[in-house]
Nanobody, 120 residues
């Protein structure tokens, strides 16, 4: 069974930094695109950043220049370095990955979410 487990959320003051981590575990054959989404109260889940299997990246306009996504294929992990955090970055952040398990089909997997709160 494939799982994604996030860590690194918390409470931070405006202008501060946090680093989110997400590790995939289970019987995994291949990991393709990985990314981070977020959902604020009363809003739809939105894509924050993606990193593709070839290493190219995508960022939402709202986080460009402040957030950096990276991955470690050997560790089956994806990271999100968040700098210059703003109150509007407050949300539950979800890890996402496209994975082919050893026995099964390519599928889209989600982590359980980690809360990020930016407040003074």
């Amino acid at each position: 069974q494939v799982q994604l487990v996030e860590s690194g959320g918390g409470l931070v003051q405006p202008g501060g930094s946090l680093r989110l981590s997400c590790a995939a575990s289970g019987s995994i054959l291949s990991i393709y695109d990985m990314g981070w989404y977020r959902q604020a109260p009363g809003k739809q889940r939105e894509l924050v950043a993606s990193i593709f299997s070839v290493g190219s990246t995508y960022y939402a306009d709202s986080v460009k220049g402040r957030f950096t996504i990276s991955r470690d294929n050997a560790q089956k992990s994806v990271y999100l370095q968040m700098n210059s955090l703003k109150p509007e970055d407050t949300a539950v952040y979800y890890c996402n990955a496209v994975i082919t398990p050893i026995s099964g089909w390519k599928n889209n997997y989600w982590g359980q979410g980690t809360q990020v709160t930016v407040s003074s």
